[in-house]
């Protein structure tokens, strides 16, 4: 089982920023593809970004030129820096990984738990 720990929500006003990190965790993986979610109250849970193991990226319009995913590869892990934050940001985050695991590359996909993220105008 791969693991996720994600840190790094709470509460800023409009126009801060937050780093939210996204730390996988197991034996023998690798990472395709890791991306960041959000779902606010009564709404659907919506993608806002994601990034393959190569550096290939893809943003919601509504984040485009505010937020930035990245990953570190080396340590599994991976980072979504949120700047310019509106109050319609405000949603709980979620990691999402997709990979591969074990000596036969079984494919499997994990979630976090999520982490708050709440922008006060």
């Known amino acids: 089982q791969v693991q996720l720990v994600e840190s790094g929500g709470g509460l800023v006003q409009a126009g801060g920023s937050l780093t939210l990190s996204c730390a996988a965790s197991?034996?023998?993986?690798?990472?395709?593809?890791m991306g960041w979610y959000r779902q606010a109250p009564g709404k659907q849970r919506d993608l806002v970004a994601t990034?393959?193991?190569?550096?290939?990226?893809n943003y919601a319009d509504s984040v485009k030129g505010r937020f930035t995913i990245s990953i570190d590869n080396a340590k599994n892990t991976g980072f979504l820096q949120m700047n310019s934050l509106k109050p319609e940001d405000t949603a709980v985050y979620y990691c999402?990984?997709?990979?591969?695991?074990?000596?036969?590359?079984?494919?499997?996909?994990?979630w976090g738990q999520g982490t708050q993220v709440t922008v006060s105008s």
């Open positions: 999402h990984v997709e990979g591969y695991t074990g000596s036969y590359y079984y494919p499997f996909d994990s």
């Open positions: 990034i393959t193991s190569g550096g290939t990226t």
């Open positions: 197991g034996s023998a993986f690798g990472v395709n593809l």
